[in-house]
């Protein structure tokens, strides 16, 4: 599985953005999907995630009541809507696909997502 994220830029504090995760013709519908971010000098961490079917999301503290996480109606591609953004907000974010109990598995754990996109990047100025 072959995953596209795209949507990052530059954006005002205050700001919303929309990522979008893409497969390489593939529907997700079997997969859990999920977003990570990586900050300037920090480690991966946990964004949001949603279960194969779309049924049950999960969220980050960070984010949660800012962000959602949605798949269209075909789960050919995933988003992830973020709005009233931070400049602690600032990283790159990657999209993940898991396959754990055939994507009815919603994790925030890295470990369980097989295949990673490229990172997109936001920047969120003050």
């Known amino acids: 599985v072959q995953l596209q994220a795209s949507g990052g830029g530059l954006v005002q504090a205050g700001g919303s953005l929309r990522l979008s995760c893409a497969g390489s013709?593939?529907?997700?519908?079997?997969?859990?999907m999920g977003w990570f971010r990586r900050a300037p000098g920090m480690g991966r961490e946990f964004v949001a995630a949603?279960?194969?079917?779309?049924?049950?999301?999960l969220y980050a503290d960070s984010v949660k009541g800012r962000f959602t996480i949605s798949k269209d109606n075909d789960g050919n591609t995933v988003y992830l809507h973020m709005n009233s953004l931070k400049p602690e907000d600032t990283a790159d974010y990657y999209c993940?696909?898991?396959?754990?109990?055939?994507?009815?598995?919603?994790?925030?754990?890295?470990?369980?997502?097989?295949?990673w996109g490229q990172g997109t990047q936001v920047t969120v100025s003050s």
């Open positions: 993940a696909a898991g396959r754990r109990l055939s994507g009815r598995l919603v994790t925030s754990r890295s470990d369980d997502y097989d295949f």
């Open positions: 013709g593939r529907n997700f519908n079997g997969y859990t």
């Open positions: 949603i279960r194969g079917d779309g049924g049950e999301t």
